[in-house]
């Protein structure tokens, strides 16, 4: 099988890989700059580089248009136009209904890998990226079985699980764990910095700030599209923050406990429950543990649990101010685990603390 | 010197600890549980439990006073009303304007240790938990000198950073870099969890999600009193939130680009200020990595990096779904350290990306 990859960073990349080396197949790559095909070419994630799109696409049986999202309608149109007519031609846009109702051709199935968000970069493609990764597609009812079969075929090659999804659903649920985070951690981090007044220094902040503003003023070139392509279900979630954070604000203002309890009793609840959903495997432990920061008690701690088969399905290490202490969350999958973890972890002279559901 | 601890749980307890290896003192526990006076003792936490709060504060020189905010104005004034003349009192509650309004007896200074939430119980007591922690000391116009001195000297002998901080300014700091946080994270995991109507199941969620989330719903015992003994300074920072939201919710609606754009380009800059004044000792370099998510990973990376001595001051282990791949995310202080631990990883097999600042 041929298959094109338009845009050969993380993804393109990593599709091209995975394509060659578990789905046997031959791919060409195209991309905008020179030195980033040639990048590709050197890490074995395209056979060839082609000089245009529709050379790249010519003789394809797949194509995966992979750029950030604002780009994507005329890309895909472009491979549409030079593309044989019996290939299909997806992409790997964050976003789905802008392309979905833009691109008519029955060719056309929109996709979104759940996966790689975190680095960038063709030097940071891995064959193995979309392992055990969500990869939706957005079908049409006219969409040719044989060209949804060839794709989900290949996307299952690559390792990830694909599920069909209307677009509409897609963004209404991505505005509200994915793209909804990111603007409250930007809201977040801007509202602490301009809390000080004057020259006062800028508080210093603990492990839970830079938790919850890590991805705050994420990749502009990347997120502006993001945030254009899928506006309204994302206003609609802000605008539904924004009542709930007026909702809080009234209880504050009348120093009503009981209302402040059962709104973060229920949100104790509701983390648990998308907690769950999103690690799989059940029920999920975390523990904390207070250790002291120097360089091998990660190791430690990972050894021992490495050393019992124990996964650890998340870990955050928090530093005190000093960098020489600090305590660190681990969270295991399985009562079982957790249980070991615990008793493993006690053995090495940390207590930790099983955080309560 | 004789210290009396009122609560002996985590942070009691550590105080207890600390006093008692690193100041030389006899320290005097008292606690409304019998069981966690118990263990305090048997822990080394305390030299002798006492059987009421005017039997442990009789002849000391220094109390303090540890429980949640809502019930310390009581355990203080009756600390008070039962100390030496010559005694300091002291609390450790996380808000501060309500205490220090409340008691007016001039050997009280209020006090906030800024360590240990994560971790709660007298079992996670540990000598070495204020390590170079802040610790804010709202000491009063009319405060003998004598008494301020003494307690900012058993302060420094248990690690801590002691600072002299007016109550209402820390209010309004840690309304911003802690409790604001919290209420975020309560309000997203309740709206995502909302998001998905009838008998959809809730969406996976990836890493940022769960970042942003960790603090959610956290004790309502403890943050409950919290919240009320802040909630004005709190109310003003979630309106002020809102105001934001609402900016972004009318730049979303006019797909406005360049406005979003903007908006996120300041976050990102606000971020970088607020990690850096969190974090101390200069810049931080923040490297991804994309890596299999094995037992042993994080004892490979933390390894290396302890071998060449380059600390970790701050590490997120992101797993993907199936838990056999995900993304590291490490925070490295100092450009020289990030450059060996870039190159150090890259000897792994593991190319990582430095996050652009």
């Not at 789905?96 to 199935?109: L, Q, Y």
């Not at 605008?239 to 007026?246: I, Q, Y």
């Amino acid at each position: 099988m041929r298959i094109a990859v338009l845009g050969v960073g993380l993804i393109g990349g990593s599709i091209g890989l995975a394509a060659r080396e578990r789905a046997g197949a031959e791919v060409v790559g195209w991309g905008p700059r020179a030195q980033t095909l040639e990048t590709a070419l050197e890490l074995g994630a395209v056979d060839r580089a082609a000089g245009s799109i529709e050379e790249a696409v010519a003789e394809a049986q797949a194509v995966f248009a992979c750029a950030p999202v604002e780009l994507l309608t005329d890309l895909v149109t472009r491979a549409l136009a030079a593309a044989p007519s019996d290939c299909v031609v997806t992409d790997a846009g964050s976003t789905k209904r802008d392309i979905v109702e833009a691109v008519s051709d029955e060719r056309f199935i929109g996709g979104h890998p759940v996966a790689g968000a975190e680095t960038a970069g063709v030097a940071n493609a891995r064959a193995d990226l979309f392992d055990g990764a969500a990869w939706y597609l957005t079908p049409r009812p006219d969409s040719s079985g044989i060209l949804f079969e060839r794709l989900h075929r290949l996307i299952v090659s690559f390792g990830a699980r694909p599920s069909a999804i209307d677009a509409a659903t897609h963004d209404r649920m991505l505005a509200a764990v994915s793209h909804l985070p990111h603007v409250l951690a930007n809201a977040l981090v801007s509202q602490a910095a301009s809390a000080v007044s004057g020259d006062e220094p800028l508080p210093r902040t603990g492990p839970s700030f830079r938790d919850m503003t890590r991805v705050a003023g994420a990749n502009s070139d990347i997120w502006t599209g993001i945030y254009l392509t899928n506006r309204d279900a994302i206003a609609q979630q802000v605008d539904a923050v924004v009542e709930r954070l007026r909702a809080v604000s009234d209880a504050l203002k009348d120093a009503d406990a009981d209302a402040l309890r059962e709104w973060n009793d229920l949100a104790r609840d509701d983390r648990r429950r998308m907690l769950e959903a999103g690690l799989e495997g059940g029920s999920v432990t975390e523990l904390r543990l207070s250790v002291p920061n120097r360089p091998g008690i990660v190791a430690q701690v990972a050894l021992a649990l490495g050393k019992a088969g124990v996964n650890i399905a998340d870990m955050a290490l928090a530093p005190a101010a000093d960098m020489r202490s600090g305590s660190m969350t681990l969270w295991i999958a399985g009562d079982g685990d957790a249980e070991r973890a615990r008793e493993l972890i006690a053995g090495l002279g940390f207590p930790a603390a099983v955080v309560e559901a």
